[in-house]
């Protein structure tokens, strides 16, 4: 049985940082991409960025490119989404995904991911 687990959401000022983590566990992710979006309240769930488990490939959004990264532990299954120099407007549950054979073009879509995580709050105040 798959599941993703997401940790280390909270509440923080703006201009911190905050570090995610994704833990996986149920199958090898190793053919697999590790995506993190978010949810703001009243607001559809965006993509924030993915990673491809293979071969440490990323992608971001525009909106957090040169602020969040992301990153992987192979030996703890684990995937981490970095957040730095966070602003109110970040304010969101964070969710982890993990998805087969996805292509660089459906990588923001929410139905190219199998599996997801229940997410993690993350509040910034400002």
């Known amino acids: 049985q798959v599941q993703l687990v997401e940790s280390g959401g909270g509440l923080v000022q703006a201009g911190g940082s905050l570090r995610l983590s994704c833990a996986a566990s149920?199958?090898?992710?190793?053919?697999?991409?590790m995506g993190w979006f978010r949810q703001a309240p009243g607001k559809e769930r965006e993509f924030v960025g993915a990673?491809?488990?293979?071969?440490?490939?990323?992608y971001y959004s525009d909106t957090v490119k040169g602020r969040f990264t992301i990153s992987r532990d192979n030996a703890k299954n684990t995937v981490y989404l970095q957040m730095n120099r966070l602003k109110p407007e970040d304010t969101a549950v964070y969710y982890c995904?993990?998805?087969?054979?996805?292509?660089?073009?459906?990588?923001?879509?929410?139905?190219?991911?199998?599996?997801w995580g229940p997410g993690t709050q993350v509040t910034v105040s400002s």
């Open positions: 149920g199958r090898t992710f190793s053919s697999y991409t």
């Open positions: 990673i491809r488990w293979s071969n440490l490939i990323r």
């Open positions: 995904a993990a998805g087969a054979a996805i292509n660089t073009q459906s990588l923001g879509g929410m139905a190219s991911y199998d599996y």
